[in-house]
């Protein structure tokens, strides 16, 4: 314990995605119903990749990644949201709070990173097809991958050493549904202003930079695809590439108008409802926009239904 107006290790509390009354149940059960979808589909899409030889490629090797990261990020934020609509506690500990915003930070910042190299993938697939075996081997996936999580935790670490050993004012009411580094800075009771600006630094550097390497590679893959004489050839690389800018779009835009904007121009209510898609819908939507604009994958799908109904006539 410290002196003053600062304490130390002592408990938050989470106001929550809305103000906590009647509908609690009610709010229970929905969230609970998005988060068994989403936890089924992309484990489903894990599964399929793993044990279809067919989708043994470069491509679908991140997308199991990315499917992986959903499946982490709504199990650090939504079982937390979802107990606290039937519970009479809203707290959460200085040390649970510390490790879900190290967490959610390294995932947010392996996925965006991820999401860039899921766009080279395409571009070199696309735009020099030959030299794609070599470019894309097994063990540049893994180096990319390595690289993703390394750089990601890294940032996060640095982020959440820094603000979790700064003084607290007595308030220790958190206007959110979880803890990420944006809702702990109103908390702060000293000018961390010189830290706010290394903070939209790193969103601008994880966030931005992949987000524009991603447009200039599809700009460079729409230019291919319009060139072919196969219109086969167009619809499937049209249909690839757009499941793709779809996800990064979504994800994209809501992380940059959250971590790339200072605090005195953030509203918590708006920043709520944008944490909401970066933490609930797309995760839901990942695995389906892949899954169903995707032949193969539903080809995967369908043998293992296939495989599973077969094994039980046996």
């Known amino acids: 314990m410290k002196t003053g107006n600062q304490t130390v290790e002592t408990d938050f509390t989470l106001l929550g995605l809305f103000q906590y009354g009647p509908m609690d149940s009610f709010l229970f059960v929905a969230i609970a119903i998005l988060f068994s979808v989403a936890l089924t589909g992309n484990i489903t899409l894990i599964l399929l990749i793993r044990l279809d030889s067919r989708l043994h490629t470069p491509m679908y090797f991140l997308l199991s990644q990315l499917s992986f990261i959903n499946v ?30 190290f967490v959610f930070t ?3 910042g392996t996925e965006a990173l991820l999401l860039g190299f899921m766009s080279y993938d395409r571009y070199v697939a696309i735009c020099h097809p030959l030299r794609y075996p070599v470019l894309m081997r097994k063990r540049i996936c893994w180096f990319m991958v390595t690289c993703v999580w390394t750089s990601s935790s890294l940032n996060s670490l640095i982020h959440t050493i820094y603000i979790f ?19 702990l800075v109103p908390l702060v009771c000293q000018d961390i202003s010189k830290n706010e600006y290394t903070v939209l630094l790193s969103g601008l550097i994880i966030l931005l930079l992949p987000f524009t390497a991603i447009v200039a590679s599809y700009a460079c893959v729409l230019t291919v695809v319009f060139q072919m004489s196969s219109g086969k050839g167009q619809t499937k690389a049209i249909s690839t590439c757009s499941s793709h800018l779809l996800v990064a779009s979504l994800f994209y835009m809501t992380t940059l108008s959250t971590y790339t904007m200072p605090h005195s ?15 609930m819908i ?3 939507l990942n695995p389906f926009i892949y899954s169903l604009r995707n032949k193969e994958v539903i080809g995967a799908l369908r043998r293992l239904i296939g495989l599973c109904i077969f094994v039980q006539k046996i």
């Open 265 to 279: 121009i953030h509203s918590p209510q708006q920043d709520k409802v944008v944490a909401v898609f970066y933490t």
């Open 72 to 101: 982490m990020y709504i199990s650090t934020t939504v079982p937390k949201m979802a107990v606290n609509f039937l519970s009479n506690s809203k707290t959460i500990t200085f040390l649970g709070c510390e490790i879900q915003t």
């Open 106 to 108: 390294v995932l947010g």
């Open 165 to 183: 050993q700064l003084p607290f004012c007595p308030s220790r009411l958190i206007n959110h549904f979880f803890c990420e580094i944006p809702s």
């Open 282 to 284: 797309t995760p839901l």
